[in-house]
Each structure stands twice: as C-alpha cells, then as structure tokens.
T-cell receptor, first 110, second 115 residues
Framework: GEDVEQSLFLSVREGDSSVINCTYT??????LYWYKQEPGAGLQLLTY?????DMKQDQRLTVLLNKKDKHLSLRIADTQTGDSAIYFC??????????FGGGTRLMVKP | DTEVTQTPKHLVMGMTNKKSLKCEQH?????MYWYKQKAKKPPELMFV???????INESVPSRFSPECPNSSLLNLHLHALQPEDSALYLC??????????????FGPGTRLLVL
C-alpha cells in the first residue's frame, strides 16, 4: 500500500529557515498537502500542491515537489516560535483518501 | 470561511455510557469524514460520508456509529467504548470526493477519555 514518510524531529533557531521533508510512494497522487497541528488542536491546512507543479510559494511557505524522486518539502522562511508544531504531509490517492506521514515535530528555539 | 466546528471539546465517559460527538460545517461541502488520532500519531480514517450516504467504513467496531442527518451535520454515536478508544476525534469536510474538490478541512477535534 501507499507509504508516506517524514523525519520525526527538527530543531531550528528563531529567524532561520526550516525545511521539512517527506517522501511518498504512490505516483498516482494528484494533490500533496501540508497540515500543521499545534498541541491539543486539530489539523490546519497550510498549503497544497498539484502534482503537475514543482513549486508553490505562499508568503513564508515554499513547497517543492520532485515527482521523479517522489519527494516533497516544506520550507518555512524566517521561522518564528509560533511555528512550533507537528507538520504532517499527506497525499491523496484513490480519490479522497488521505495517507498521512508520521508527522515532523518542529521546535523553534528563541 | 473554511471552518469546521466540533462539540464537545472534551468528553469523559464510562464504558457503559452512551454519548455523541457532533460536527458541523457551513461551507456547502458534501463529503464529511471522521478520523481518530492517538497521541504522537497521524490521524486514521474511520468513516466517509458523501452526499449524506456512508461511502467508506474503515472496518470500525460497531460501538462507533456514524450518522449524517443533513449535509451540514455529522454525528458519531458512542456506546460501550473501551479505554483504548481514548483519543482525539477529528472531523473534516471537503467539497466532495471528485478530483480537484477533495481538499479536506479539519475541525479542532473532541478529546475523548474513556474510563
């Protein structure tokens, strides 16, 4: 079945850039998503990219997609302490079924 | 407006209780979802409703019973739960299940503790 993988943990200093990586196996995915989850909260949709794109920028967020290598990344510029959270990548396959990665915990140090 | 609301925020129940979780959206979305999330894990899909009909049941035990009374509301009825059912229950919605309209928006969740 489909597999989506992320590294578990990332620590950066405030003001630095953060890059969170994700790999997936299903080449038929149409959209790939990044969700943010703060402690005790639901999932907030941050951004998504259509599979025929290789880059999408939205303010401090840049998503890069390498479809050949099935690699997705989320870059957060000028990382702030409020960016500390768990970030999940997800892809949709078989229509509306989301497959989530295990989540990357981002810790931002002042 | 991309808001999905869920009530209650927190729920504590005994193994013999019957309770319900509620989810509401007013975005005109026609697909709604229930997920279960254990600590430090990604959400796991439980049920999908499409145009008020149950379209996916991911082999969820019958002690969880979903209901979609209308296109804006989704309930999850709970009965005779086990302590291992304690988790964050997340509701989501999307325009529908068709390609290009399947982006899911999540509610804040109900944190359930079963004693």
């Amino acid at each position: 079945g489909e597999d989506v993988e992320q590294s578990l943990f990332l620590s950066v200093r405030e003001g630095d850039s953060s890059v969170i990586n994700c790999t997936y196996t299903d080449s038929s995915s149409t959209y790939l998503y990044w969700y943010k989850q703060e402690p005790g909260a639901g999932l907030q949709l941050l951004t998504y990219i259509f599979s025929n794109m290789d880059m999408k920028q939205d303010q401090r967020l840049t998503v890069l997609l390498n479809k050949k290598d099935k690699h997705l990344s989320l870059r957060i510029a000028d990382t702030q302490t409020g960016d500390s959270a768990i970030y999940f990548c997800a892809d949709n396959n078989a229509g509306n079924m989301l497959t989530f990665g295990g989540g990357t915990r981002l810790m931002v140090k002042p | 407006d991309t808001e999905v609301t869920q009530t209650p925020k927190h729920l504590v129940m005994g193994m013999t209780n019957k309770k319900s979780l509620k989810c509401e959206q007013h975005m005109g979305h026609r697909a709604m979802y229930w997920y279960k999330q254990k600590a430090k894990k990604p959400p796991e899909l439980m049920f999908v409703y499409s145009y008020e009909k149950l379209s996916i049941n991911e082999s969820v035990p019958s002690r969880f019973s979903p209901e979609c009374p209308n296109s804006s509301l989704l309930n999850l009825h709970l009965h005779a739960l086990q302590p291992e059912d304690s988790a964050l229950y997340l509701c989501a919605s999307s325009q529908d299940e068709q390609q290009g309209r399947e982006t899911q928006y999540f509610g804040p969740g109900t944190r359930l503790l079963v004693l």
